[in-house]
């Protein structure tokens, strides 16, 4: 199943993707405000950021499972709102979860490994790092697998295929 928003009212509308096919547009009217629109199914976009790892959000009362990509650079991560300006945009009713409420930082050092930070953006429920408060202007180093809570939303953090490191 895949959920499209309505671009008036962010009204979710569900319908199966597989019953359709590839390139195929479809059209649909809000049950909420009425609002005609339309999407493209499997809607492949030619981009060449590589993705550093992404962000699972556990399913709770207030949203759904998601998977969320990583690019290099900043990644503010918040409550999706229409207007709001972030790279990692959380679909939930969560108001405990800010707009811009926290920072995935994804950099290379000098011998070329990549490093993930997590700062608070700041908010004002504050941002945790397996049950651990980040105080104000507090950077740490996120590993494959850190379980990570904002608001009454929690994601898991997994690095890129490159940057795992196993163990046994």
């Known amino acids: ?8 009212c962010d009204n979710t509308v569900t319908f199966n993707e597989r019953k359709y096919e590839e390139g195929r547009s479809l059209f649909f009217v809000c049950p909420r405000c009425g609002k005609k629109f339309s999407i493209q ?15 699972i959000v556990l399913e709770n009362a207030y949203c759904y499972r998601q998977q969320l990509p990583l690019f290099a650079g900043d990644n503010i991560i918040g409550r999706r709102s229409k207007g709001t300006n972030i790279h990692v945009p959380i ?7 800010e707009r811009q409420h926290c920072i995935i930082n994804i950099s290379v050092n000098k011998q070329g490994k990549t490093i993930y930070t997590l700062r608070d953006f700041p908010s004002t429920s504050g941002t945790f790092l ?5 105080n104000k202007r507090e950077r740490v180093i996120l590993e494959n697998g850190s379980i990570v809570t904002i ?18």
């Open 1 to 8: 199943m895949k959920k499209v928003l309505c671009p008036k």
């Open 41 to 55: 199914i499997n809607q492949t976009k030619a981009d060449d950021t590589p993705q550093y790892g992404h962000i």
């Open 91 to 97: 679909e939930s009713s969560d108001t405990t979860m």
């Open 130 to 134: 397996k049950h651990k408060l980040l």
């Open 151 to 168: 608001g009454a939303t929690t994601f898991i953090v997994y690095l890129s295929e490159e940057e795992q490191t196993y163990t046994d």
